[in-house]
């Protein structure tokens, strides 16, 4: 793994928490029931988390000069071998499927979740024509009957809504 | 004569539950979900269960912990196809049988190593539903002796034992641990009834803990898998698949009893789960066998000890999941949330509260065991087509999956981006080296360990020497502590390696003279 990464993964720990620290002080204590009341763990759980993001800090400065590279002993999961990997596609695949969910209430899962497919495949270089034409469809439609007739759990269909409804394929309080 | 009531009436009852048609049902579909999760490399049964979980929430808790326990009895059989025919393991519990297994395809006795195989799963599942049952009604049973303080103690062992076994780094393991708790802290305070940590009127009820635990467990491990373009060329040749002769089985019975056994016991400790399950069988069973030179080179004795422990681990598993409510691996992690959606409170009192959980455990069980005797064999051979599905489309299938399922939780958009933002979150955690299983499982036990904590010290007068001097917790604190030892060398020794490797780099890079 990239040490540099590392290094900066633990100054977010250690930097959560100060935070969680900080945050607890504006904490209004409310009626206190016992010893350490609402305060009283997020205290020391902050105070945990800083210590142990400043440790793993030190512990990656201590040995900086003496690593020959930026590349060290991988501690988390590794990427398996034979795969191309790629940073940037994996933010592109979760700002597309932030996307998708924030969409979702509004294009509807009939129209959001096909385009979301379509594009997402694309950016895993997916360009076979059935899956990027095929699947989308299939899997949007099983999905939604799987939902909608079998578990009575209905999801929504934005501007699609009316016309569903006058077909009679959905129920109108949704 | 009680004790015996205690064990049968459980199996008796788990075994009249087999007459409601929709446990069936639901155990055909989730055995051939989970085998097809077991089969697919990357998918494993957290992530099965993590994309399933929506799911269970319109149904019953009986039919919910029916359907999830047929899922890994499905992955646990599911793993070892791809492990024998492409010496691929579905999950990393199999990767011993990809060493006998492959070797014994490449000799062309594929259906030796599959039939094998098959017949370790099935009958390492079925006796370890006994052990399993023998062992998890007595310890329900220490839940009326336990106080708050005892509580305490097991929520805290709990949480430093997935540490402590898991990961090459106990501090960012214990980092992980306390990332949960902090994620549980906001909402409404469990004592004092006042908002925590609420600036807008959505954290006010704080997180949910499904989604939360989904996006920790399952998000994050399908955001780093999105990471690589899976280019998955395999090639299945033609092979045959004649079932093995007696002589050969027999040989096997042995290394099945032993793996049965361990992998029940070793599968309860939490944090333990299917892989050492199995490997330590793999080790005993050689130690044992005659013919010790064949392990690694095609022994089905190998095969048969791997895989009767594996799949023994998922009764083993249970033991502590539903005895005192500390989830024996991430799986089990995702069971409890979905008990908790229920309305159930994880709990030592759990299985006396509700026993039908208990039953529907060996129902779901014996059901996926029963199917897979009549189509294992049959399914084992079809699999090859699917072993070879692209997994970029299963991992963005997923995704999508995951997003609606968690969206018909509560229809709240905050939910989903609850998932999300901690699957991100998770994703740097599973990069470098921060647990997630031990963040989700502090999840799940944060507001019980936090209540019983401050709860006891309050029952015994703020004093924590008294809180901590009670003999069952003093015990259980200190398994911890031996944990946390077991966890600091495993760390040490991954660091002397770091620095070993090092070494040999600078050496390579020619810094310095080699010494």
Redesign the interface.
């Known amino acids: 793994?990239d040490r540099r990464?590392?290094l900066a993964?633990?100054s977010v720990?250690a930097l959560?928490g100060a935070l969680?620290v900080f945050?607890t002080t504006q904490?209004?204590p409310?009626?206190?029931?016992?010893?350490?009341?609402?305060q009283?763990?997020?205290y020391a759980?902050?105070t945990?988390?800083l210590i142990?993001?400043l440790?793993?800090v030190g512990r990656r400065l201590r040995?900086w000069r003496?690593?020959?590279?930026n590349t060290?002993?991988?501690?988390?999961?590794e990427?398996?071998p034979g795969?191309?990997?790629?940073?940037l596609?994996?933010a592109a695949?979760?700002s597309l499927?932030?996307g998708?969910?924030?969409a979702?209430?509004i294009a509807g899962?009939l129209i959001g979740?096909p385009v979301?497919?379509i594009i997402?495949?694309w950016v895993?270089?997916?360009r076979r024509w059935w899956?990027l034409g095929i699947?989308p469809i299939v899997?949007t439609l099983g999905?939604f009957l799987t939902?909608n007739n079998l578990?009575?759990?209905p999801?929504?269909v934005g501007p699609l809504n009316d016309l569903l409804v006058s077909l009679g394929w959905i129920d109108a309080v949704r | 004569m009680e004790f015996l009531g205690e064990l049968l009436i459980p199996l008796a009852e788990g075994a009249a539950l087999l007459a409601k048609l929709d446990i069936w049902v639901l155990a055909v579909v989730g055995v051939a979900y989970g085998i097809f999760a077991g089969a697919m490399?990357?998918i494993g049964t957290t992530l099965a269960y993590g994309l399933v979980l929506p799911?269970t929430f319109?149904m019953d808790p009986v039919q919910a912990v029916a359907f999830l326990l047929s899922i890994s009895v499905g992955t646990g059989f599911g793993n070892s196809i791809p492990a024998i025919l492409l010496s691929v393991p579905g999950t990393p519990a199999a990767v011993l049988t990809a060493m006998d297994g492959f070797k014994l395809h490449k000799r062309g006795e594929s259906g030796l190593a599959l039939g094998i195989s098959f017949i370790a799963a099935i009958v390492g599942q079925l006796i370890s539903i006994p052990f399993f049952v023998l062992l998890v009604v007595p310890l329900s049973g220490l839940a009326y002796v336990f106080l708050a303080p005892e509580l305490f103690g097991l929520y805290l062992f709990g949480m430093v034992a997935i540490v402590s076994l898991t990961?090459?780094?106990l501090?960012?393991g214990?980092?992980g641990a306390?990332?949960g708790?902090?994620i549980a802290?906001v909402g409404i305070?469990a004592?004092?009834g006042?908002p925590?940590?609420a600036p807008i009127p959505e954290f006010r009820n704080g997180f949910e803990t499904a989604p939360a635990v989904i996006g920790l467990l399952a998000v994050s491990e399908l955001?780093?898998q999105?990471?690589?373009?899976?280019?998955w060329n395999a090639v299945i040749e033609e092979f045959s698949a004649k079932f093995p002769a007696w002589s050969q089985i027999r040989r096997t019975i042995g290394p099945i009893v032993g793996g049965t056994v361990l992998g029940t016991l070793v599968g309860a400790i939490p944090g333990a789960g299917a892989t050492p399950a199995a490997m330590i069988s793999y080790q005993q069973a050689q130690a044992w066998s005659k013919h010790p030179e064949e392990f690694g080179n095609g022994s089905i004795e190998g095969i048969a000890a791997n895989e009767a422990a594996q799949n023994a681990s998922n009764s083993g598993e249970l033991i502590p999941t539903l005895g005192i409510a500390i989830p024996g691996s991430g799986s089990m992690v995702l069971l409890l949330a979905s008990l908790q959606v229920h309305g159930l409170v994880p709990g030592p009192l759990l299985i006396r509260q509700t026993p039908e959980l208990l039953y529907a455990a060996v129902a779901g069980m014996l059901a996926a065991s029963l199917i897979l005797i009549v189509t294992g064999w049959w399914i084992s051979r079809q699999l090859l087509k699917i072993i070879t599905i692209?997994r970029?489309?299963v991992?963005?299938?997923a995704?999508?999956?995951t997003?609606?399922g968690v969206?018909?939780l509560q229809?709240r958009?905050f939910d989903?981006?609850t998932a999300?933002g901690l699957?991100?979150v998770g994703?740097?955690?599973?990069?470098?080296?921060?647990s997630t299983a031990a963040a989700a499982l502090a999840v799940v036990l944060a507001r019980g360990f936090?209540r019983s904590?401050?709860?006891g010290?309050?029952l015994f007068d703020?004093s924590i020497i008294e809180f901590l001097s009670r003999p069952l917790t003093a015990i259980i604190v200190g398994a911890a502590v031996v944990f946390l030892v077991v966890g600091i060398r495993r760390t040490m020794r991954?660091q002397r390696?770091?620095a070993r490797?090092?070494q040999q780099?600078?050496v390579e890079?020619g810094?310095l003279p080699a010494e």
């Open positions: 793994m990464a590392d993964f633990a720990v959560f969680l945050f904490q209004n409310g009626p206190q029931f016992d010893p350490l009341g609402k009283g763990l997020p759980v902050g945990f988390l142990v993001g440790v793993l040995t003496a690593e020959p590279s060290v002993w991988d501690e988390g999961t990427d398996e795969h191309p990997a790629s940073v596609r994996a695949v979760i499927t932030i998708y969910a924030v979702l209430p899962f979740t979301y497919l997402a495949f895993m270089r997916a899956m699947v899997f999905v939902f578990l009575s759990v999801l929504p | 490399p990357g799911f319109p990961g090459k780094n501090l960012k214990l980092a306390a990332f708790l902090a802290f305070d004592m004092n006042t925590r940590f955001f780093r999105s990471r690589q373009s899976f280019q692209d970029s489309l991992v963005i299938l995704l999508a999956t997003v609606i969206f018909s229809f958009l989903v981006l999300l699957g991100v994703y740097f955690m599973l990069r470098y080296g921060y936090e904590l401050r709860q010290l309050n703020n991954f390696e770091e490797v090092r780099a600078i890079a810094r």
